[in-house]
């Protein structure tokens, strides 16, 4: 038997009003209208459901059964409806979100205090990981989106770009480099290099850009941090782009654009391709759009 939520309550302010007149106004239907729909009900449910006389309406024992079951079912269905409202309104709702390190701390956090403080009634999960394992969990439905750079394999992932992230020398102040007026890439051969492992995309671009002739680094390691800590030990130089410049903000170590043309590490918010992102992961989305121009050194 279809029932339609028209049907539902219509029966249930019958049941409640005991009038047909009373009952229809309530629907805000006319009375022949009403009392179509009353018995459409009853011609599905092959049932009489109301009892009629001249003076009241009565549930029958069968309708008795089923004034318990439609009250229940309108219940669980405002219910959903005032749940979706929620949602909609962004009163509530979940996003996660993949990054790479880098952007995970150093341009997000300010933009998701930002959103948690607009919408304290949505969870946010931020999830910092390597390029690789950010995209993965975009293309199984884990996060909802993510802010990194592509790969070869883009598949069932579409991307929007957002910035060019560029590259610098970062160096100790005694080191010679540091007071040259200008530092392009084939001088940094000489030197010992420390690398970010292969799996960055901070490695990925810079590999890309230094050829077949790119250095053996002297060290490859995961962290921004141990780079610092090995670079400000005098252990070597290295080349990071501008969104992690601030783990090398430190009086002892020096940091030069590169001269000649810019390298750059784009970077994307990468979402399933073909698929709508929740109301809430929209406006996350958006709300990261919209100060693109923080990203820029």
């Known amino acids: 038997m279809n029932l339609s939520t028209r049907q539902l309550r219509a029966f249930v302010a019958l049941a409640d009003e005991k009038h047909f007149?009373?009952?229809?106004?309530?629907?805000?239907?006319?009375?022949?209208?009403?009392?179509?729909?009353?018995?459409?009900?009853?011609?599905?449910?092959?049932?009489?459901?109301?009892?009629?006389?001249?003076?009241?309406?009565?549930?029958?024992?069968?309708?008795?059964?089923?004034?318990?079951?439609?009250?229940?079912?309108?219940?669980?269905?405002?219910?959903?409806?005032?749940?979706?409202?929620?949602?909609?309104?962004?009163?509530?709702?979940?996003?996660?979100?993949?990054?790479?390190?880098?952007?995970?701390?150093?341009?997000?956090?300010?933009?998701?205090?930002?959103?948690h403080q607009d919408y304290p009634g949505i969870t946010l999960q931020l999830r910092d990981a390597l390029l690789d394992p950010c995209l993965d969990m975009v293309q199984s439905g884990a996060a909802d989106f993510a802010v990194a750079a592509q790969?070869?394999?883009?598949?069932?992932?579409?991307?929007?770009?957002?910035?060019?992230?560029?590259?610098?020398?970062?160096?100790?102040?005694?080191?010679?480099?540091?007071?040259?007026?200008?530092?392009?890439?084939?001088?940094?051969?000489?030197?010992?290099?420390?690398?970010?492992?292969?799996g960055s995309s901070v490695r990925r671009y810079l590999d890309e850009a230094l050829g077949p002739k790119s250095p053996q680094p002297l060290l490859e390691v995961e962290h921004l941090a141990t780079v610092t800590g090995l670079v400000l030990a005098g252990m070597g130089i290295s080349v990071v782009p501008a969104m992690t410049l601030f783990h090398f903000q430190r009086d002892q170590l020096a940091i030069k654009p590169l001269a000649g043309k810019p390298l750059t590490r784009p970077l994307y918010l990468v979402r399933r391709e073909g698929r709508a992102l929740s109301v809430a992961a929209q406006t996350l989305y958006d709300l990261l759009r919209e100060h693109v121009n923080e990203l820029g050194v």
């Open 21 to 115: 007149t009373r009952a229809a106004q309530r629907c805000h239907l006319t009375q022949p209208a009403f009392s179509a729909l009353i018995r459409t009900l009853e011609d599905a449910a092959g049932v009489r459901l109301f009892d009629r006389n001249t003076r009241n309406v009565e549930l029958t024992a069968e309708g008795r059964v089923m004034d318990a079951s439609a009250r229940r079912l309108l219940g669980e269905l405002d219910l959903v409806v005032e749940d979706l409202r929620d949602y909609a309104a962004r009163r509530r709702g979940h996003v996660t979100i993949a990054a790479l390190p880098s952007l995970a701390a150093g341009w997000l956090p300010a933009l998701l205090a930002r959103f």
């Open 151 to 198: 790969r070869a394999d883009m598949t069932d992932l579409e991307s929007e770009f957002l910035h060019a992230d560029r590259f610098f020398l970062v160096c100790r102040k005694d080191h010679p480099l540091a007071g040259r007026d200008e530092v392009r890439l084939r001088d940094l051969a000489r030197w010992p290099l420390i690398q970010l492992a292969r």
